[in-house]
């Protein structure tokens, strides 16, 4: 445990070097590149859920639920965690943060992995794209929404936030019709299992090709509220459990918040509000989308 815990500080620092800004996290260890993007750093007209966020950060509290494939929950402040979770923890309370389970408000559940090549992984990021830019268009622009959401009409336009998943095995999903051409040959290149790594987030950039592994994990808050974020971990050679528990837990760190200013943090919000209005004007001088 002693060489995990070396090997994450030393794979937080690297990772902070060139992230000053509102991308998402990217973090080199010497096994692999990890990539986190966080719920907290979405756009959502449910701004008590980013208050909670932004609350739980600066009392540097935070709740971590780690979700297996049989939907076991295992928590950051229970006394018998072990592998990456336990290594995270302990790291992140030597920078003084509490895993709390009294109203810590800054909640993630961290889903199971699902695992690919990165050249899957290069069509995913394709799908994902055309994933984000569909649910903008299906629930109106980003001014709708916190105008709707302020009246509280929610059930006019709250998505239920997920993945593909089962809906897309059956054919092209209902969200990405009308897109354009290309969608079926996108979807059709991925296995159908691994469409539930499509997650309603702006997706990670650049060629996965070269990675021989890549696991992807969903990141939601507690309950259904809004938003999505990721964990991405792109193997340099072959995927090994300490390969898995370093990467993990710099992943972890990250997600909570540990090395990110809350500066970043809203940044990252308006970026991801600026895109979103972008996609919507666009959508609307197409035709496709209606501004009543």
């Known amino acids: 445990m002693k060489t995990l815990t070396s090997t994450l500080v030393t794979a937080t620092i690297v990772g902070m070097i060139g992230t000053a800004s509102a991308e ?7 096994d692999a590149k990890v990539i986190v993007i966080r719920p907290s750093e979405q756009w959502t007209a449910n701004q008590g859920l980013l208050d909670d966020y932004d609350a739980g950060q600066k009392k540097k509290k935070y709740l971590l639920i780690v979700r297996d494939q049989n939907g076991k929950n295992t928590f950051a402040n229970s006394s018998d965690i072990s592998g990456w979770l336990k290594a995270a923890v302990s790291n992140m309370e030597g920078a003084g943060w509490e895993a709390s389970g009294w109203l810590p408000k800054n909640v993630s559940i961290i889903g199971p992995s699902t695992s690919m090549t990165g050249t899957q992984f290069n069509g995913i990021i394709g799908v994902q ?3 984000y830019k569909s649910l ?3 629930v109106g622009s980003p001014e709708m929404q916190k105008s709707a959401f302020n009246r509280g009409v929610v059930a006019g336009y709250v998505l239920t936030i997920g993945t593909l998943g089962l809906g897309a095995k059956m054919g092209i999903p209902t969200e990405l019709l009308g897109l ?3 969608v ?3 979807i059709g290149a991925i296995p159908p299992a691994l469409l539930t790594a499509v997650s309603p987030n702006w997706p990670a950039s650049g060629d996965f090709s070269q990675y021989p592994v890549v696991d992807v994990r969903q990141v939601t808050p507690q309950g259904s509220r809004g938003v999505v974020g990721q964990i991405i971990i792109a ?4 995927k090994t459990p300490q390969a898995e528990e370093t990467a993990m837990a710099a ?4 997600l909570v918040g540990v090395d990110r200013p809350l500066e970043d943090v809203e940044k990252a919000r308006t970026e991801d509000y600026n ?3 972008t996609i919507w004007n666009e959508c609307v001088a197409s035709g496709k989308c209606k501004t009543e």
């Open 235 to 238: 193997y340099k050679g072959g």
């Open 180 to 182: 354009g051409t290309g």
């Open 24 to 30: 998402p996290m990217e973090i080199e260890t010497p």
């Open 136 to 138: 903008i268009a299906k």
């Open 129 to 131: 794209e055309r994933y």
């Open 251 to 254: 992943a972890a760190r990250a």
């Open 184 to 186: 079926a040959e996108q």
């Open 275 to 277: 895109r979103r209005v």
